[in-house]
């Protein structure tokens, strides 16, 4: 059985600080890993995406990726309030994805 | 517009009831997936589909059925729905490949009484 862990959180971070997301899955062969926002009541969304080992940059999002450790996290600088949601990792093979349970984030101002 | 699209967003139905989810997308993908998501599990996948008149099976697929007859379209069946069917229910979509970015559809939520 695959698996993907995260911690449900909350995670509670101050605006303006680094919110550090941590995502370990269990199939060593995976090739391919996102991350995915989703809001209360809405449907996921995908956010960062990355496929080799090292560090992703994309604004203010940065996912890193390390196949050795069978590890991907996600930071985000300088949180905002409204980046207060579930964040989903997703760790896929050919075509299909398995999903965690996902991490809450709380920004407060 | 341009998208994935699931109706109807809303739906409450009796146990026992067949009742069909509906997913359409725009982009021509070739790949698409039905989950469910509920409290504590995360997203299970039920169904996907490689193209049109091939499907297979996911994790949680008992008590569903699944056709593709077009590309675009992926509808979802409960034939005799159960109260543990009660869940959100989304489509998603991706194209060919081992870079396999998934697009999610906005959802339905279903209640069986």
């Known amino acids: 059985q695959k698996e993907v862990e995260q911690n449900s959180g909350p995670l509670s971070v101050p605006e303006g600080a680094i919110a550090s997301l941590n995502c370990t899955y269990s199939d060593r062969v995976s090739q391919s890993f996102f991350w995915y926002r989703q809001y209360s009541g809405k449907s996921p969304e995908l956010i960062m995406s990355?496929?080799?080992?090292g560090d992703k940059e994309d604004g203010r999002f940065t996912a890193q990726l390390n196949k050795a450790s069978q590890y991907v996290s996600l930071l985000i600088r300088d949180s905002q309030p409204s980046d207060s949601a579930t964040y989903l990792c997703a760790v896929g093979g050919f075509q299909k994805l398995v999903f965690g349970t996902g991490t809450r984030l709380l920004v407060s101002p | 517009d341009a998208g994935i699209t699931q109706s109807p967003r809303y739906k409450i139905t009796e146990t026992g009831r067949q009742v069909t989810l509906m997913c359409h997308q725009t982009w021509s993908h070739s790949y698409m997936f039905w989950y469910r998501q509920d409290l504590g599990h995360g997203l299970r996948l039920i169904y996907y589909s490689a193209a049109a008149d091939i499907t297979d099976k996911g994790e949680v697929p008992d008590g569903y059925v699944v056709s593709r007859s077009k590309t675009e379209n992926f509808p979802l069946t409960l034939e005799s729905a159960t109260r543990s069917q009660t869940s959100v229910y989304f489509c998603?979509?991706?194209?060919?490949?081992?870079?396999?970015?998934?697009?999610f559809g906005p959802g339905t939520r279903l209640t069986v009484t």
């Open positions: 998603a979509s991706s194209g060919a490949g081992v870079r396999n970015e998934q697009y």
């Open positions: 990355i496929y080799s080992n």
